[in-house]
T-cell receptor, first 112, second 115 residues
Framework: QKEVEQDPGPLSVPEGAIVSLNCTYS??????FMWYRQYSRKGPELLMY????GNKEDGRFTAQVDKSSKYISLFIRDSQPSDSATYLC????????????FGRGTQLTVWP | SAVISQKPSRDICQRGTSLTIQCQVD?????MFWYRQQPGQSLTLIAT?????????ESGFVIDKFPISRPNLTFSTLTVSNMSPEDSSIYLC????????????FGPGTRLLVL
C-alpha cells in the first residue's frame, strides 16, 4: 500500500464549477499537509499549506485535513480555465529530514 | 520570493553517458533536495544534498549512479551517471528555508530523455 493515494483523474469540469480533489494516507504520523499545482512543463508550485486537522482558506481555494480519517481535500470554487493543471498532494511528519511524501497528482481541465 | 533555477531545462542524451544538472537559488537555503518525476508516478526523493558533506540517499538510489554536490548554501548539482533509457524523467530540485520548515519550493525541473 502506498503511503499517499491520489486519484490521477483526469478530471474535466466546466468553468465556474466547484472542484474537489482528495488524497488519503496511511501514516498517522503525518502532520504537515501541502497542495502543489503543476502546470505542464513547469515545476510544482506551492498552493496551500496546513498543519494538523482543520480548514484553511485562500481566495478560491480551501484545504481541509481530517486526521481521524487520514483524508485531505482541496476545494476550488468558481474554477477558471487557468486552474487547468496537475494538483499534487504532499505531506510530511515534520522531521528535520525534510522528506515529503507525494500523491501521484490529479490532472484537472477546466473548459470555458 | 526566492528564485530557483535549473540548468539545463531539457536534454537528450545517449545511453552510457552522464549529465550534470545544476540548481541555483538566489538566497541561502537550509536544505536542498533532488527529486525524480516519472510519467504517471509520484515525485520520488532521490537524496538530500548536504552542504559540505556527502548527500543522504533514499532507498533505491546510490551515490555511484547519482553523485550530488553542494559546495555552498545556494548551489547544488546532481549527476545522472551511465544513463539508460529508464533514467528518462524530469529531475527537480527543491529547497527549504528555516522560516518555512516542512515546506519545500521547487525549481522548474530538467526534462531528460535518454536514447
Amino acid at each position: 500500500q502506498k503511503e499517499v493515494e491520489q486519484d490521477p483523474g483526469p478530471l474535466s469540469v466546466p468553468e465556474g464549477a466547484i472542484v474537489s480533489l482528495n488524497c488519503t494516507y496511511s501514516n498517522s504520523a503525518f502532520q504537515y499537509f501541502m497542495w502543489y499545482r503543476q502546470y505542464s512543463r513547469k515545476g510544482p508550485e506551492l498552493l496551500m499549506y496546513t498543519y494538523s486537522s482543520g480548514n484553511k482558506e485562500d481566495g478560491r481555494f480551501t484545504a481541509q485535513v481530517d486526521k481521524s480519517s487520514k483524508y485531505i481535500s482541496l476545494f476550488i470554487r468558481d474554477s477558471q480555465p487557468s486552474d487547468s493543471a496537475t494538483y499534487l498532494c504532499a505531506m510530511t511528519r515534520g522531521s528535520t529530514l525534510g522528506r515529503l511524501y507525494f500523491g501521484r497528482g490529479t490532472q484537472l481541465t477546466v473548459w470555458p | 520570493s526566492a528564485v530557483i533555477s535549473q540548468k539545463p531545462s531539457r536534454d537528450i542524451c545517449q545511453r552510457g553517458t552522464s549529465l550534470t544538472i545544476q540548481c541555483q537559488v538566489d538566497s541561502q537555503v537550509t536544505m536542498m533536495f533532488w527529486y525524480r518525476q516519472q510519467p504517471g508516478q509520484s515525485l520520488t526523493l532521490i537524496a538530500t544534498a548536504n552542504q559540505g558533506s556527502e548527500a543522504t540517499y533514499e532507498s533505491g538510489f546510490v551515490i555511484d549512479k547519482f553523485p550530488i554536490s553542494r559546495p555552498n548554501l545556494t548551489f547544488s548539482t546532481l549527476t545522472v551517471s551511465n544513463m539508460s533509457p529508464e533514467d528518462s524523467s524530469i529531475y527537480l530540485c527543491s529547497v527549504e528555508w528555516v522560516r518555512t520548515q516542512e515546506t519545500q519550493y521547487f525549481g522548474p525541473g530538467t526534462r531528460l530523455l535518454v536514447l
